[in-house]
């Protein structure tokens, strides 16, 4: 049982608030910043009261960093690897949950356990594989003697290669995996019915029909909660495209564009230009979260499923 308290209401509150101004104030000093003109923006301390130059700030940064382009490749890429995600994920879940092999645990917490390694710590390998995809098959074509065998026999190199750099292939495939999106899908699935499983399959439901038809809908919520978390991240991604791309002109992100926007060590201190493209950059993952806000809390925190 919880006792209302006026002192510990009051506490409450007070932290609450002092939370919100954590939170708010750096979004509401990037937006007085991008709507001040160079004077304004250069004084110290810095006024907290918006002006009227947003628009032209706005304008100045869209076509400095040719932002158009940009927020092209950045939306391909996060719907990509948003969609990639959640149905790796889901198909995964269903497959270590619903599907009776020895190996399955196995299976699970070997995807488990990548949640300690950041993409940080797999970049070479990841970069490795992205610089030719079917380099594994190579290496079992070679270790088993396939290579030699037949270019013995007919002449013929095998020579596997799939340049993944420089692509959106390159940029969305190596980030489908999802440790968390296979964890949050098991557990909801394990709160499925063993019951309504055996229903389908009187009915005649195959295992994908069963998937299609009745998981999917059922786990609605989950998939929204999950879209969210991962358009956010894959939107804002910086070291990845960073480092698969050097063709920065056709295959670059907006966050990546994000540096041509700052000032130099020589030139004119415009950093309301600066703030204006990351106003632009920030934009679409706030107003997705803004619009699936309720989606996202229920898909995390209900327990009536």
């Not at 002192?7 to 002092?18: N, Q, R, S």
Request: a neutral charge.
């Amino acid at each position: 049982m919880i006792e209302r308290s006026p002192f510990f209401d009051a506490l409450t509150y007070f932290a609450m608030l002092v939370g919100l101004v954590i939170v708010v104030l750096p979004f509401w000093i990037v937006i007085v910043a991008a709507s001040q003109s160079l004077q304004e923006v250069s004084r110290v301390p810095i006024s907290l009261l918006p002006s009227d130059q947003l628009w032209i700030n706005l304008q100045e940064a869209w076509a400095r960093a040719d932002l158009g382009p940009k927020m092209v490749n950045s939306f391909i890429v996060a719907i990509g690897v948003t969609v990639g995600k959640i149905t790796l994920a889901a198909m995964s879940a269903f497959a270590i949950v619903f599907f009776n092999f020895k190996a399955r645990m196995i299976c699970f917490w070997l995807i488990f356990i990548t949640l300690m390694l950041p993409l940080e710590v797999r970049i070479v390998p990841t970069y490795s594989i992205a610089a030719n995809a079917l380099l594994p098959f190579q290496v079992i074509l070679d270790t088993f003697g396939i290579t030699w065998l037949v270019q013995q026999l007919s002449g013929i190199q095998i020579a596997l290669n799939w340049n993944l750099l420089n692509s959106h292939a390159g940029l969305i495939l190596p980030l489908v995996a999802t440790a968390t999106g296979t964890f949050l899908y098991r557990q909801f699935f394990m709160t499925i019915p063993d019951e309504l499983a055996e229903a389908s399959k009187m009915d005649g439901a195959s295992a994908m029909e069963f998937f299609w038809d009745v998981l999917i809908p059922l786990s609605r919520t989950n998939m929204l909660a999950l879209a969210t978390i991962m358009f956010v991240g894959s939107w804002n991604s910086y070291l990845w495209p960073l480092l698969i791309t050097t063709d920065r002109a056709n295959f670059g992100t907006v966050v990546m564009q994000l540096k041509a926007l700052i000032p130099n060590m020589n030139g004119t201190p415009d950093w309301n230009v600066t703030m204006a493209g990351a106003l632009i950059i920030m934009l679409p993952p706030l107003l997705v979260v803004a619009f699936m806000q309720r989606w996202f809390v229920r898909g995390l925190i209900s327990r009536d499923k």
